[in-house]
């Protein structure tokens, strides 16, 4: 062989620099905000991540005339769902759901739970295999068959696999900067999950991998239920000790639901920050807690869709609604005598019966 073509032979061309990992937040409400300030500020740190955070925006029009989207990029800031908070440069309101996540390999979604049906059905089709998602959202569609996660109906749908991320998280603390943690669920790739924590990790918001993907969204979607408890019991003026019970007896009733759902799901679960710390934040500080002390005040005279359009600026109460599907099915499955308290939130946010019932429900032990 000549030894000009050996050469040759052994000759490589210069790599490919590896391609940068893109990174959609769907959803810019007040947690969705924080998300995208979260994820845009590692995102310019990190190299193997493209800088630009997309996030997508259901257009408004803010009463200043201006659309949201062209408010959040003029000023860097959402100005209706978190005012005074700058995202990061970095991050780019996009109206259009689809150009939102074309491109991109980690979709984060943060939307209303009632939302995500419509929005799965628009993507099918615009969203690779191999991309991956992580769901922040409270609350579960509750179909024919029995109860569908979030996080299950994103990867049927969408045809992906889907980790969650819920804890301890009011979402204006974290915009401060305030000290917190989060759980990050996931189902066997624990490098997926380790690249999730590495995207949500600063120093002030801790994120720690579990795998147990139904417990963690369980416990986020759960704890709203109780905290319309904890709200009717700060409304009627109880008392720490009661609230504290209310507490305790919605941990235990989430544990049971959770474990009879799916024998999956861990114990360990309930003390990591998806458990029983967001128990205890959002029963402290919540939304839910918010409308339902002023629900309880009104002697239930004044409905939960009424204050929360007073109280919330837009924002949705999610334990309303999931009240209602874990009634539906405890109903369906012949288990209502084992859940007085979650029974019970649900008969007065409906108005069968009044608020001071919250406590009565103890009357009711459960069959278990």
């Not at 739970?113 to 959202?137: P, T, W």
């Amino acid at each position: 062989m000549a030894p000009e073509l050996q050469e040759e032979n052994y000759t490589t061309g210069p790599a490919e620099p590896p391609r940068k990992t893109r990174v959609t937040v769907v959803g810019s409400g007040n947690w969705g905000s924080v998300a995208a300030k979260l994820i845009a500020s590692n995102t310019l740190r990190l190299s193997s991540f493209h800088d630009e955070v997309r996030m997508w925006v259901f257009e408004e029009t803010l009463p200043s005339g201006e659309k949201l989207t062209d408010a959040i990029n003029r000023n860097n800031e959402n100005v209706k769902y978190l005012p005074g908070i700058k995202l990061g440069k970095n991050v780019v309101a996009d109206p259009d759901l689809e150009n939102a996540v074309n491109g991109a390999n980690m979709l984060v979604f943060v939307t209303p739970h009632q939302f995500m049906e419509g929005i799965c059905r628009r993507l099918v089709g615009k969203v690779k295999a191999d991309v991956e998602a992580i769901s922040l959202i409270k609350g579960m569609e509750v179909k024919m068959e029995g109860p569908c996660m979030i996080s299950t109906l994103i990867s049927d749908q969408l045809g992906i696999n889907c980790c969650v991320l819920m804890g301890a998280n009011i979402a204006n603390e974290i915009a401060v900067e305030k000290f917190s943690e989060a759980t990050v669920g996931y189902r066997e790739k624990k490098e997926i999950a380790q690249k999730w924590v590495q995207l949500f990790s600063t120093s002030y918001f801790i994120v720690t991998p579990v795998q147990d993907v139904e417990g963690v969204e369980l416990c986020g979607t759960l704890k709203n239920v109780v905290a319309i408890a904890a709200g009717f019991v700060d409304g009627l003026e109880m008392g720490n000790n009661t609230k504290a019970a209310i507490m305790r007896i919605g941990l235990r009733e989430m544990k049971a639901f959770s474990k009879m759902l799916f024998s999956s799901v861990k114990d360990t679960t309930f003390f990591e920050s998806c458990g029983v710390a967001d128990l205890i934040t959002t029963c402290l500080g919540g939304r839910n807690r918010k409308v339902a002390e002023a629900f309880a005040r009104s002697e239930g005279k004044r409905s939960f869709d009424e204050l929360e359009a007073e109280m919330l600026q837009g924002q949705k109460l999610q334990g309303v609604s999931t009240a209602k599907e874990v009634y539906e099915v405890l109903s369906h499955r012949g288990w209502l005598d084992f859940f007085p308290l979650f029974a019970t939130v649900h008969e007065i946010c409906i108005g069968t019966l009044p608020p001071t019932a919250i406590v009565e429900h103890s009357e009711r032990t459960p069959k278990m």
